[in-house]
Every structure is written in C-alpha cells, then in structure tokens.
C-alpha cells in the first residue's frame, strides 16, 4: 500500500510548515516529482554516491507548496538545513557504492539535535525504513548477506503504486567495488555503517608508560649523579695512576681499573626499576581493558525474520527492530515503532530531566500530515536513555560511534579516580618519604660537613674529590629513592586488579574498583530473595481457580493441603474456562518462546515462563505468538513493583476485557465477584464474593505461603468502551488510563502457588556471613507468610527476630525505626522504597551496607548502598548501572565471595605494608649508620644495592603479597571499622620487631665481624660488606614469608600451594640474589663468598622466622600497655617533627622544586609540544566523533565516562558499546 508524502514548506521566518497532501491519483501523480526537485541549491555527494538535494524556500516536497499554518512549528530547521552536514561531518555523508538509500550522516541529522524537519524530509519512518532495507514488522532479514539492487535517497522518501513495501535480502554478488569481510551476513550493512561497537582506545605505549615512571624527579636526580660519577669514573680509569706503595692494599673489589662499573650499574639498575614498573602498569592497564568489556557486554531482544531473538548488544544494527521495557537502557539511536506508554529518562544523553514520552513515527507523520506536530511529539530513541514506563520496539537508524552517546562517551574518555584505600595509603606514603627525606637530608648534611673538614689535609687529585662528592649524593638520593614506598599504590592496584579478575570467575562483575576493597568490611547485607537465595527456577506447584478444587503437582503437597493431581481437576475444566486461562496467562506477560541451550523453552520473567509452562502442559495453549496474534490488544500496563501487578487490554466481541494478574493478596482485594461453575459452564460467568469466599481465599493463600509458595492472583473485567467512561488520567499524560482507577470490581479468575527451591549452599552462606559479623536481612515482595518461611529455611530468621511488612515499616518513627532495626531480619511486601529507607537508615547507623536489587526502582536503594549487586541474568540494565557489582548468577553464595575478595585485598595491603615499613626502617638506617661511621664515608648498602633491595620490597613483594587469594579462615573475624586505623597494633609489633632483630644481626655483623670472624685483610673485609648486604637481603626474603599472616596464628605456609605467584616471585628474588652474589662483581660491588660464608648469611637470615613466633606469642595486651607507656614522649618526638617539618623541611623542599623548575624552564616549550603530540596521538581515535558529540540539549557540565573505578558510574548509563569508555589507566605509582 501506498503512504502519502505530505508538503513541507518554509516560510520567510524560515519557520516549518507542514500541510496534507492530495492523495488523489493527480496527486500521486505529482508526488512522482520528488524526485526531480526544483532549484537544488547543493550537491555534496559526487558520481557513485547517492545526492542529496535541498531545497529552497520556493520548493517543495510532493509537487505543491502549500499555506504556513502556525500550528505546523517545530523546530527552527529550513529543509534546506535539515540534513546539511555539520562543520567536519562531510565525510559521513560520503559512502561509496552505497546500496542504501542514507548514509550515516543523514541518520545523524535526526539526533544532532532531535530534528523533525530531518525527519520529514527523509520521509519520516516509512521512508527510512524502505531507505534502510528493513520492515517494521518482521525486522532485518536473517538471511541478507550483500545488497544487488541499491535504493537511492529519492526513491526512499517518495512512495508509488507499482513499488512494494519491503525490499528483498538476497545473497547474490553485489554490484559494487568488492570490500574486505564482504560475502559474510549482513555484509553491505557494516561496511556502510559499521557495528556497535566503539573503537578501542589505543593502548598506552611500553615506552610512554616507561617514560611516565623515568620522569620521577628523585630517579631524574639519581640518573644526573650516575653520569657524573660513570664521567668521573671513566677519568680516574683512564688517567695514570701511580703505583701502590708496597704493602699498601687496593680496594677495588677484585677488578682494577673499573671506577666507571658503578655509573653504569646505577644505569641499568634505574632501567631495570623502571622497565618492571612501566610492564607492571601495561599488563594490568590489559587486565582492566578485558573487564570493561566483561562490563558493557549484555544481550538485547530483537526481531529479525519476524522472530524474537536474544543477541548481543554489539551485534546489533542499522535497520534492527529492538523490544524495549521498563528497566532497558537504550543501546542505540533509532525511531519509536509502536508500543504503549513508553516513557524515557533522556538526562543523562540531553540533559533534560523530564520524562519523555514516546510518540510511534507512524502517529508522527500523521500529525505531520495535519499540521499538528509540536514539541511534545517526539519519536527519536536516544541511546544511553533509560525506559522508565512502558513497553514497545524501535528502529536502529545510529550504532556505535555514531549514535548520539557513542559521540559523547568517544569525547569523555577520561582516567580513573584513586579509590579511598589508596588515598589513604597516599597520604601515609606522603609522610613515610618526608621521614625517609629527612633522613637522607641529615646524612647528606653530616657527610658534607665532613667532606668540608677533610678538605684541607686531602692530597687526593680533584676528580678524586669530585668522585667522593658524588658518591655522597648518590647515596643520599638512594636512601630517598628506598624510603619512598613507590609500591603502596601499586600494591593496592594489583591486589584489585588481581581481585576483580578472579571475582569474575566467582560470578562477581566489579563496575567500581572502590566497591571491592568496601566489600570487605560489610556489616549488613539487605538482600532480595528471589533468584538470590532462590534458584529461580520457578514451577507451578498448586492452585485454585475460582473457589472450586485444589490441583497440585506431587503427592506431598496433595496430602498437607488437601488438593488432588493437576490433571485430575483441569480435566473437568468447561472449554470456556480454559481459553479464559490461557488467554490470562498467555497475553499478559511479555515473555517470549525461543531457545537456550539448544532447547525450545520460554524466555523473560521466571514468574511467566512458569504460568506459560503450566498453560502449554496442562491447558493446551498453542504457541505465544499465536495465542497473542490472534486478538487485539489494545492497552498495556506493565509491571510495577509498587502496585505489584500488571495488566492487558484486549478487543471483545462484545467490547473489552482487562487481564490482570499479581500479588495474590492484592488480586484479592480488587475483586468482587468470583470465577463460578468451573466444570460444567459453557460461558464464563461470575458471582459476588462473600465475606465467607474472601475468608476461604485468604485462608488457601496462607497455606500455600507456609509451604514457601510464591502466590499469583489472576482477574479479569469487562469493560463497554475503552477508555472506560468512568476512568481516571495520569496527571503527566491525560491520554494515558491510570490504573489503580480501573483495577476494582473485578473477577477473580484463581489462584496459583509457585515453587522457588532454595539455591544449594545457601544456608552455609548465611551462617558464613553471621559468623563473619554481618546481618542478612531478606526484603522481598511476598507476603509475611511465605517471607518467614523461606527466611526460616535458609537461616536468616532467628528466634527473637523481627519481621514487619512495607508499608508499616515505612511509617516508623525514626527512634522506633532505629530501636527495631538490630533485630529486623525480614521485611515482607515491601516496595523498593522502603528497601531504600532501610539501606539509608543503616548507614545512617554506621553500617557498611550491601543490598541487592533486579529492577528498575530498585536503583534508589543500590546507589544508596555502600556496596549495590545487582542481578546480573534477572536484573534490568537500570538496575546494572545503579550498581558496583553485577553477580553473574543471580547467586547469594556469590556475595560470599565478594566479601572474601574484599577482605584479601585489604589484607594484602596491609601485608605489604607491614613488609615494606620493615624493609624501609632497616634499609634507611642501616644506610645512614654505616655511611655515618664509615672512614670514607661509605654506606655498607652500596648504590646499586639498595636500588635491588629497592625493586625487591617494592616491586616483587607487591606482586607476591598482592596475590594471596582467600581462604575460608578470613570470615572468622569481624568487620574492621571505618575508621580503624591503617597500620594495627598487631602489624606494629611484627614490624617493630623484625626491624629491631635486622639491624641488631646487621650491626653486629658490620661493626664486630671483624673481630669475631678475625677478618684482618682488605679482601676480607671486602667479604664482609658482602656479607652483610647478603644476609640483609635473605632477611627480607624470609620476613615476606612472615607477612603472609596479620594475626598472632603461627602457620605462615597456609595455602601457599595454592599461590603460585607467591612461589614464582620468590623464585626470581632468590635466583636474582644467589646471581648477584656469585657474578655481580664490581657492579653490585661484590666480593665472592665460599660455603661457610654463605652458611653464615642463610643462618642469621632464617632466625627471622623463629622471631617471628616469639613476636606473635608476646601478648597484645602487653604491646598495648607498652605503647601507652611509650606514647607522652612519642608525642613530644612527633611535636619535634613537625616543627622542624614545617620550619626546615619545607622550606628546603620549597627552594629545590622552585630550582627544578627553573632548570627545567628552557625546556619547557618543547616539552610541552611533545605533550601536544602525545595527546593528539592519544586522541585521534575519538577526536572527529567528538567533534560531532551532540551540542543541542547537551548538559552544561561535561558527563563522566563509565568507568571501572569511577566513583561517578552510580550516576551515569551503562555504556551500550563494546569497548568500555575508559581503559582503566591505574594508579601513580608515586604519592
């Protein structure tokens, strides 16, 4: 069938005006002249490419120019502007060989801003659905591959008798250039407009992530006194020497003539440093890259060769029929087909905040052709807007980058936020490396006085000199470089990146990095009990229909309520009974027949497939779509968990019927009259429901609810006219029936019970969260029956407990309210509101809150919650994007484990922290004591030394402690408090203890190994500085064992078999040390040691794991008692620091930035243009859709892109894309 065109026009005031066409065959005849307009005023596309023409104000479209009409102004778009490419978007209207009758730039000019002037003049949805080669029935073709015979813009915006409506999809050779990929499905389509997918952000360069951990200033300061001292090396080896007095000894390690070894060996150490941590970086910016995409993946409902099917949301495309309903998230652009009452939240995509409604592109040509469009019809589908109310389909006409929110989240690629682990742990690093700079600044000082004072009486040459400065500054600069604890940051990025990874395959999908770490101090769990402590696997199990007989699925059942077999009693159902069944179940729900695992079942809410189910087992119902194709539907209402019901309008004989089905209790409520003479009747009829029926009803309710039932009430009403005369009107849509006014007087057909078994496992969950000090509360929407049931089942209901509906919940007073939540372990019949009140509330209490959620208005109570999960296979986009975990299998067991994830990365942390705090307070002062003590001034720890020592504590210590995964014992304790402080009494012990028996074996090996080894010559002395440096290193090596464990338990191997990186990077350390020892010669300026030797160092090293156990057996109560004791003159020392903080460190730290700076000036400029260049190559990807990022509508302040990690993602849509809006970049590794 032909559709009319109508006229467009444009008056002097450039004002849009549109009035109807003659549909006479005069007038169709004159419409064939859109094809040849008059007065094309631009011509953008050349030969091979279909033109677009616009035309001036003396033209039209469909062959007359026809009078403005003032109601007929929408926007303030000439035709001539309407599809005119934007400034930079010319090559989106260029596409070669083109068998479509747009390209993606005209489909742009409908949401660039929303433009019904674009939209009519390509021919509103009849013409862009012929223009892109699809049907607004049956969809995309499952079989199109390429296109043979190409449809021009012309021949799509116009209609004539002889041109049918749907184009054919076949799979012969294109008429075009071949294309690379060309011949697979759907072929021609993604070359012309691509997927929706968004293009990877370019990974960061190995070389930039190197350059990134180089430009440190300390590692710049240490590298300018490496090369003065390799410069000044090579002088001293390359000058003549004089020859030694005889007897005199030569220190010089075994190798003469080397004084350059040690500039090159700091070289290569820094490179080494900074090589790991730049590959460091790299692997877990890939680890990060891989979750977002684990992230944004999810799967959409479409209709293609007129079936409903389930596929990827980066499978879809331009032309593609997309279902959508409360709770969706739009994956892309396109136009309102049909539907009912479909409602959006457009604020994250334009900034507006109203809802809008959706007006079918069918409606809107029509009011076009009237000349009553206005600003309130709007057909445009937005991606990244959320369905509020409503269901329906739309037309993809935009995908990934060139959808309006593929153009925004292209601009606003942004890094990540630290979470508040790690901020926390910046600021303690903040004042580790001022203590550590203080103390490199007081031996700097002390060794340069004494250096002044040498001066005088020194005969040495002056490059010796100057090599003995430099020797002092590269010490100083290395015990900064080793108190600065680089790796806590890093330590906290691992253990997350490592956490998230394997949380994934516990079923946990982490959307923000900060919910992990959060996770673990939970004190109060509010979860949903459907599909979470359920299996979700519903079954219809029992019911009644009308007050006849009960019917139920097993013998059991049939004996505790009294009913017999199913098929007994559906059996003598009348033929009218039955249809009025099926027809209830089976055309009001929205669930669909397809396929999962190969099998044919039933696909959407576990509720309806169940009731389907029943319907196809036991009441003979064709296929859905044939029970739904054959009556007209008129209105639907779609669920809400607020009324707890749904319903559906359906055309009669004798007028109009409304289904409804819901809460049993509230079905209850809204009848009048009961289903009667079920058996024998050849109409359906009813009779009034009496006191006595409503008393019977209730009572077979609650029995089935103490069987742990689900009960769904079914009704219908017969109405004359629709709308009923007698109805109400929403306030915001006076077109729209409001429910609740219409939902009285009903029929009640019946009454069903549906199973829902408890998941496997989920009673020691429970008790695991109970003995772990965390409360789990069940808030669902069954009756308090059936609620206490379930909860009493799996553990959560406790004598003495507490459980209350919704709505009286809600009308606590707040000292009511907080004196009943301790004990509160049920909330029943609730509303997500009053889900939202209690999270509020508890947090308000000082609870760390998680709670659970699957539907839309469930998004309230998860961004309220400290840690929000939301169901991953039953939840609602809205729901996902609330919250900061996705469980993957709707299983509580799952957040079990998230919270054995969020204890291991704080403990790892905190093992690493108490690790490197040991590591710093011996390193630093065994450094500056010896250096101090020493004649020439020398540290025992040489240069190169200390950087190894330094890659060990901060590098593979990290990687080590970071990666312990959890074990069962982690729940044995309480929640730690929020505001517990970082480092516990516990870990003070362990660190103040194995730093004391450090330096006491270092000490004594440097200041009396000598004497008790009788060493006397220069080479065995040499051996002892070889010595100490060993021993210290296998000390750490063994205290890292020792760090496996923050509590006072003596097992320090538990579980170490199940972490191979444990074992794999003590490996590398091990190997790299027995190296160094044995070949590291002058450049870790080492001497051989033999047997006994290294016996020594292996001996004094390993005492630190029998230490280790007389730490943890000195009581803390004593330690406590100690600290109190010691605390009056800690404080005093710590007035002392600040003071000489503020007044001397400052100062100088102020006047060294203030030099770098002003060394670095007149390098300024070009460093800032390699930053340019950078950045442009950075964002060259996204920089033309950013360009074309929507302007009109906009929100004012710039959007923040989804993240893993961004504390914004609770307020921002989920990306429908397959590559996440942000490669998660990590953390400095410097405070």
Known sequence: MDRPVPSLTVSTDQHLTITPVDDSPAGRSRSESFGSPTTPTNSYLTAGVHHVRHYSTASSIGGSTLRPKSSGVFDNLSPEEALKPDLGSEDDFKVDNNPFGFTPGHLNKLLNPKSLAAYQA????????????????????????????????????????????????????????????????????????????????????????????????????????????????????????????????????????????????????????????????????????????????????????????????????????????????????????????????????????????????????????????????????????????????????????????????????????????????????????????????????????????????????????????????????????????????????????????????????????????????????????????????????????????????????????????????????????????????????????????????????????????????????????????????????????????????????????????????????????YLADVSSSTEVSAIALSADDVAAVSATINAYAEKSLRTIGMLYKDFPQWPPADAKFTEDDVSAVDFGSILNNCVFIGLVGIQDPLR??????????????????????????????????????????????????????????????????????????????????????????????DGTNDAPALHAADVGFAMGIAGTETAKEAAAIILMDDNFSSIVKATMWGRAVNDAVQKFLQFQLTVNITAVLLAFVSAVSNDQMKSVLTAVQLLWVNLIMDTFAALALATDPPTPEILDRKPTPKKAPLITLRMWKMIIGQAIFQLIVTFTLYFAGERILGYTTQQQRNELDTIVFNTFVWMQIFNEFNNRRLDNKLNIFAGIHRNWFFIGINCIMVGGQVLIVFVGGAAFSITKINGPQWALCLICASVSLPWAVVIRLIPDEAVLAGWNFCLPFVRFIGRIWAFFSRWVLDPIGHMFRNTWRAAKKPFGRSKRKAQRAAEEEEQSVSSASAEKAPTVGMPTAPMPAIIVGDESMNDTPVSPFSKPTDVEQGFSSKP
């Open 760 to 853: 496997p496992g989920v009673e020691v969950a429970v008790a695991q969260c109970q003995k772990a000090g965390i409360t789990v509360r069940m808030v669902t929407g069954d009756n308090v029956v059936t609620a206490k049931s379930i909860a009493t089942d799996c553990g959560i209901y406790t004598e003495g407990g507490v459980v209350m509906e919704g709505p009286e919940f809600r009308q606590l007073s707040q000292e009511k309210m907080d004196e009943i939540l301790p004990r509160l372990q049920v909330l029943a019949r609730s509303s997500p509101e009053d889900k939202r009140i209690l999270v509020r509330r508890l947090r308000d209490l000082g609870e760390t809150v998680a709670c659970t959620g």
């Open 122 to 673: 390509m021919g509103g949805i009849f013409g862009i659905e012929k223009g892109l080669r699809t049907d607004l029935q049956s969809g995309l073709s499952l079989d199109e591959t390429t296109i043979t015979s190409p449809i021009s813009f012309n021949e799509a915006v116009t209609s004539s008798e002889d041109e049918p409506k749907k184009t054919s999809h076949e799979k012969s050779q294109p008429i075009h250039v071949p294309q690379p990929g060309e011949g697979g499905a759907f072929a021609d389509r993604l070359r012309v407009f691509k997927d929706n997918r968004l293009p990877e952000k370019r990974a960061t360069p190995l070389w930039k992530l190197m350059w990134t951990a180089y430009k440190d200033e300390i590692l710049l300061l240490l590298s300018g006194a490496a090369v003065i001292s390799l410069g000044l090396g090579l002088y001293e080896t390359f000058r003549d020497h004089p020859a030694p007095k005889e007897g005199e000894e030569v220190d010089n390690r075994g190798v003469r003539g080397a004084d350059w070894i040690e500039g090159v060996a700091i070289m290569v150490a820094i490179i080494i440093v900074v090589l790991v941590g730049a590959i460091n970086d790299y692997q877990k910016e890939r680890q990060f890259v891989k979750l977002n995409k684990k992230k944004d993946s999810r799967e959409v409902k479409v209709v293609r060769s007129g079936k409903s099917l389930l596929i990827s949301v980066y499978d879809l495309m331009v032309g593609d029929i997309v279902h959508i309903e409360p709770g969706d998230v739009i994956p892309t652009d396109g136009i309102f087909v049909e539907g009912h009452n479909v409602k959006c939240d457009e604020s994250s995509a334009t900034g507006e905040s109203d809802m809008m409604k959706k007006t079918s592109g069918e409606e809107v040509w029509r009011h076009l052709q009237n000349g009553t469009a206005n600003h309130k019809t709007d057909p445009f589908i937005i991606s990244g807007a959320k369905v509020l109310e409503g269901v329906g389909t739309y037309m993809t006409t935009s995908v990934g980058v060139n959808s309006s929110f593929g153009k925004i989240m292209m601009a606003l690629r942004t890094e990540t936020e630290p979470t508040p682990l790690q901020e926390k742990l910046n600021g303690l690093a903040g004042m580790i490396a001022k203590l550590g700079g203080a103390a490199a600044g007081l031996l700097f000082l002390v060794l340069f006085i004494e250096f002044l004072a040498r001066l005088p009486g020194n005969t040495e040459s002056p490059a010796q000199k100057a090599s003995v400065f430099t020797d002092i500054l590269i010490t100083a600069v290395t015990i900064v470089v080793v108190a600065i604890p680089e790796g806590l940051p890093l330590a906290v990025t691992l253990a997350l990146a490592f956490a998230t990874t394997r949380m994934l395959k516990d079923n946990n999908l982490v959307r923000l990095l900060k919910s992990c770490e959060i996770m673990g101090n939970a004190t109060a769990i509010c979860s949903d009990k459907t599909g979470t402590l359920t299996t979700n696997q519903m079954t219809v199990v029992a019911g009644t229909i009308g007050l006849g007989k009960g019917f139920a699925a097993s013998p059991s059942l049939q004996e505790k309520l009294a009913h017999q077999p199913v098929t007994d009693v559906v059996s003598t159902f009348a033929p009218a009974v039955k249809e009025l069944l099926v027809k209830s179940i089976a055309l009001n729900s929205t669930a669909f027949e397809g396929e999962e695992n190969g099998v044919k079942t039933f696909i959407g809410s576990k509720t309806e497939t169940a009731m389907l189910i029943f319907a196809r087992d036991f009441l003979a119902m064709q296929p859905v779509a044939e029970e739904r194709s054959n009556v007209n539907i008129t209105h639907v209402f779609p669920f809400d968990s607020g009324r707890k019901c749904m319903g559906v309008v359906i055309k009669t004989a004798s007028g109009y019927r409304l289904f409804v089905k819901g809460a049993s209790e509230i079905m209850l409520r809204s009848a009048s009259h």
